[in-house]
Nanobody
Framework: VQLQASGGGLVQAGGSLRLSCAAS????????MGWFRQAPGKEREFVAA????????GYANSVKGRFTIPRDNTENTVYLQMNTLRPDDTAVYYC????????????????????WGQGTLVTVSS
């Protein structure tokens, strides 16, 4: 599985941005997907996850109510819609796929994801 993240850029605080993560292969609908981020000088952290079916979602407390993670299994793509952005959302954002999940779940555990994209930088100015 290859994951290609895109959509990062510079945005002012309060603005919106949508990240995309396109996956190769024919089995995208069997993967749960997640977004993680790593701010400068900090460890990578969970942002959002969506189950294989798209029916189960999970969000970090810091982004609840501001970010959503829709997926389109017909386009092999997962998105991260980010609204009301804040300077502390500045980070490199990574999409990840969990190909081993047996259940329809949206996990926030980084070690459950076995495929990772290259990252896309989001910078939020104040």
């Amino acid at each position: 599985v290859q994951l290609q993240a895109s959509g990062g850029g510079l945005v002012q605080a309060g603005g919106s941005l949508r990240l995309s993560c396109a996956a190769s292969g024919r089995t995208f609908s069997t993967y749960s997907m997640g977004w993680f981020r790593q701010a400068p000088g900090k460890e990578r952290e969970f942002v959002a996850a969506v189950s294989k079916s798209g029916r189960k979602l999970g969000y970090a407390n810091s982004v609840k109510g501001r970010f959503t993670i829709p997926r389109d299994n017909t386009e092999n793509t997962v998105y991260l819609q980010m609204n009301t952005l804040r300077p502390d959302d500045t980070a490199v954002y990574y999409c990840a796929a969990n190909s081993r999940s047996r259940y329809d779940q949206a996990s926030g555990k980084e070690d459950e994801y076995d495929y990772w994209g290259q990252g896309t930088l989001v910078t939020v100015s104040s």
